[in-house]
């Protein structure tokens, strides 16, 4: 079982920065592959960024490239999201999604999901 804690929403205006954490309770961190997702109110949740166990492989939405970038520490079993040049758009909850197949992370099917951090983006 892995259970996994985002922290570091809030509040900012456009063109702002923020940065999501999210910490997994699990001893084989490094075997997962971690995601980010994202869910506006009224629409259905979406990926935004998901990167590898080695950290060697990032995937990126096409709304957020350039913008987001996705990074990992393996020994404080912790997945960030460092988001720039925030839109108003870009407001929703934010999900951390774990699995040890990568596919099932970026097509939203993965076994491990975190109870989501609002992040609201003014204009």
């Known amino acids: 079982q892995v259970q996994l804690v985002e922290s570091g929403g809030g509040l900012v205006q456009a063109g702002g920065s923020l940065r999501l954490s999210c910490e997994a309770s699990?001893?084989?961190?490094?075997?997962?592959?971690m995601g980010w997702f994202r869910q506006a109110p009224g629409k259905e949740r979406e990926f935004a960024a998901a990167?590898?166990?080695?950290?060697?492989?990032?995937y990126y939405a096409n709304s957020v490239k350039g913008r987001f970038t996705i990074s990992r520490d393996n020994a404080k079993s912790t997945v960030y999201l460092q988001m720039n040049s925030l839109k108003p758009e870009d407001s929703a909850v934010y999900y951390c999604?774990?699995?040890?197949?990568?596919?099932?992370?970026?097509?939203?099917?993965?076994?491990?999901w975190g109870q989501g951090a609002q992040v609201t983006v003014s204009s």
């Open positions: 999604a774990a699995d040890t197949t990568t596919a099932h992370v970026t097509t939203g099917r993965a076994d491990y």
């Open positions: 699990v001893r084989t961190f490094s075997r997962y592959t």
């Open positions: 990167i590898a166990w080695s950290g060697g492989n990032t």
